[in-house]
Nanobody, 124 residues
Framework: QVHLVESGGGSVQAGGSLRLSCAAS????????ISWFRQAPGKERDGVAV???????YYAASVKGRFTISQDDAKPTVFLQMNSLKPEDTAMYYC??????????????????WGQGTQVTVSS
């Protein structure tokens, strides 16, 4: 059984940085993908960044060049470094794990486990 716990959210001014963590207890990091999604009030849950077990990554266009996803397989933990934050980045951020992952994607239905989320608020 996999259990995901996010941390690191908070309030920051535009242009600032935050680093989110997703502690993935029970993850094998074999053929797994872990993604960060975000959901703002009244909006759909959108994929932000995904990392495969081999370290390959994919980013949403809106965050490419500003956000970096990385992992520490020993723990295992996945991080999301968020720089140059904008007010439109304000959302609840969730991590999710897909077992038997062969293609990096943001398809919600492909993910087997979800965390409870951590709030990120960016003020202008």
């Amino acid at each position: 059984q996999v259990h995901l716990v996010e941390s690191g959210g908070g309030s920051v001014q535009a242009g600032g940085s935050l680093r989110l963590s997703c502690a993935a207890s029970g993850a094998t990091r074999r053929r797994e993908c872990i993604s960060w999604f975000r959901q703002a009030p009244g909006k759909e849950r959108d994929g932000v960044a995904v990392i495969g077990s081999g370290g390959n990554t994919y980013y949403a266009a809106s965050v490419k060049g500003r956000f970096t996803i990385s992992q520490d397989d020993a723990k295992p933990t996945v991080f999301l470094q968020m720089n140059s934050l904008k007010p439109e980045d304000t959302a609840m951020y969730y991590c999710a794990l897909q077992q038997r992952c062969y293609i990096l994607s943001f398809n919600h239905s492909a993910y087997d486990y979800w965390g409870q989320g951590t709030q990120v608020t960016v003020s202008s």
